[in-house]
């Protein structure tokens, strides 16, 4: 059983910073790629900001500058800073892994929430 966890989320006032963080625990071969996606009520899940096993990222428009992933071993991070009422939103990650040879799938957490307002 592979299972992620976010957490690090909560209430912050514009122009603060939170960091998530994605935990990846269960029985997995590698970790290929992680993610972090956010969908606000109403509106499409989107991407946020991806890693790539040899550490190439990569971000939307709207978090660069701003947000930065990272991971180490099998926990994964966001550092978000500067955060704007515009990135409320739950957050969830998302980790491509290769359970055996041949065999990789995505795995999503369960999302935090984050919301920023005055």
């Known amino acids: 059983q592979v299972q992620l966890v976010e957490s690090g989320g909560g209430l912050v006032q514009p122009g603060g910073s939170l960091r998530l963080s994605c935990a990846v625990s269960g029985s997995i071969f590698n970790i290929n790629a992680m993610a972090w996606y956010r969908q606000a009520p109403g509106k499409q899940r989107e991407l946020v900001a991806g890693?790539?096993?040899?550490?190439r990222t990569t971000y939307a428009d709207s978090a660069k500058g701003r947000f930065t992933i990272s991971r180490e071993n099998a926990t994964g991070y966001l550092q978000m800073n500067s955060l704007k009422p515009e990135d409320t939103a739950v957050y969830y990650c998302?980790?491509?892994?290769?359970?055996?040879?041949?065999?990789?799938?995505?795995?999503w957490g369960q999302g935090t929430q984050v919301t920023v307002s005055s």
């Open positions: 890693i790539t096993s040899g550490g």
């Open positions: 998302k980790a491509d892994i290769w359970v055996r040879v041949g065999h990789s799938q995505d795995y």
